[in-house]
């Protein structure tokens, strides 16, 4: 039997905005044998993976392990939340999917609606959380159908001022953008393996403040499998309430080693020099191509950024081209599907590869718009 292990000449080739890129020791370290999930050898492994992502999310509180995609932990974190309206926070297609949770829980659901690409401002969200007496808000730090940021320490902000619990959809923000949970007082964040972490897809992480686990048990219909009450209880024990999926925790394991060895600031700093690298490409080819940055600048997430298209032409069409050159970018996701294309900047990648990877995708326009 072979092992197989990604060729060098591949790895760096793949910018999708998730599932990113996996270390070949970090997809090697899943096919170790199985151990009981209720023995010793597990609690260990738990108690450092538990190490490792506190330092990841900035926070001494227990980070909830889950055996599912991120949308799972969204759906936890809407259903640990008692009975009430709650406001939600649409700018793009997975802040849409919050309130849609809100909706299908069985939630009355007020939103403020922003235009895709854009940001609100924690002045908006303020007057919203004035009008109503809501019992929680819900926001996503890092749109990656738009590659648009929010500031969620001043949203966070002007809600606990109001008394009401923001949870916040980090799935690509933790890992590529600043995010310190308890130096910001975050009340709930949330994200999966796959995107900025850079680990295999099929896990999900979150924090809660004490304040929002101490009204969890108020909160009616919390279902099973996603029953934050039941998290806590077990995180305690280095342990999962159910079966986990345990061969993606050796992989991230492995992976938070990683982590800690660059360290989160480093680990920001690099992809802010990648989105600044990919900002820099658009505007220098924005006159030649027609092309240009969905987000506006100060408010541009540094793991993603949406590129808008010139008329003629898709989001997927220059992903073929780009495909045919050796490198994988995301298409255009939610009601900006046709008329962007994104770019991945986020988990292992390394400028020298990014640019790598600008280079096939100026080739490709080049060729797509004979200009
Ligand atoms: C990918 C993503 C999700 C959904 O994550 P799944 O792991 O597919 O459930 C939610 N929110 C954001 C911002 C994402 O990027």
């Not at 299908?104 to 002045?123: I, N």
């Not at 992976?255 to 690298?277: C, F, K």
């Not at 590869?353 to 080739?363: F, G, P, V, Y």
Request: hydrophobic share 45%; charged share 20%.
């Amino acid at each position: 039997m072979t092992t197989t292990t990604m060729p060098d000449t591949t790895f760096g080739t793949f910018f999708l905005p998730g599932p990113t890129e996996v270390r070949p020791e970090v997809l090697q370290a899943m096919t170790r044998p199985m151990i009981a999930h209720r023995g010793r050898e597990f609690e260990a492994m738990f108690a450092r993976i538990q190490e490792g992502l506190r330092e990841v999310f900035g926070t001494a509180r227990p980070v909830f392990v889950s055996s599912s995609s991120a949308t799972g932990l969204m759906e936890a974190a809407v259903r640990g939340v008692p009975q009430g309206p709650i406001l939600s926070v649409v700018n793009g297609a997975f802040s849409e999917r919050f309130a849609q949770i809100v909706r299908q829980t069985d939630r009355e659901l007020d939103v403020l609606d922003v235009e895709p690409g854009q940001v609100a401002t924690p002045d908006e969200v303020a007057a919203r959380l004035r009008a109503r007496r809501y019992t929680a808000m819900t926001v996503v730090h890092s749109e990656t159908s738009t590659g648009a940021l929010h500031d969620v320490r001043a949203i966070r902000a002007v809600a606990a001022e109001a008394g009401v619990p923001c949870l916040v959809d980090s799935v690509t923000g933790v890992g590529g953008a600043e995010l310190r949970f308890d130096d910001w007082s975050l009340d709930l964040a949330l994200t999966g393996s796959q995107k900025a972490l850079a680990m295999p897809p099929g896990l999900a992480f979150a924090v809660a403040s004490e304040g929002y686990m101490a009204n969890v048990t108020r909160a009616s219909a919390r279902g099973l499998y996603f029953d934050l009450a039941e998290f806590e209880e077990y995180v305690k024990k280095n342990q999962t309430p159910n079966t986990p999926a345990t061969s993606l925790l050796y992989a991230a394991e492995v992976q938070l080693a990683h982590l800690r060895a660059e360290t989160m600031p480093a680990r920001w700093a690099r992809h802010a020099a990648m989105a600044a690298q990919t900002h820099r490409w658009v505007d220098e080819r924005a006159a030649r191509f027609g092309i240009g940055i969905l987000a506006p600048a100060g408010h541009r997430s540094p793991t993603v950024t949406a590129v808008t298209v010139p008329d003629g032409i898709t989001g997927d069409d220059i992903v073929r081209a780009v495909k045919a050159r050796g490198f994988t970018l995301g298409s255009g996701y939610g009601t900006v599907k046709t008329r962007t294309f994104r770019v991945g900047h986020m988990g292992d990648h390394t400028p020298d590869r990014l640019a790598a990877c600008l280079d096939a995708t100026e080739d490709a326009l080049a060729e797509l718009l004979g200009r």
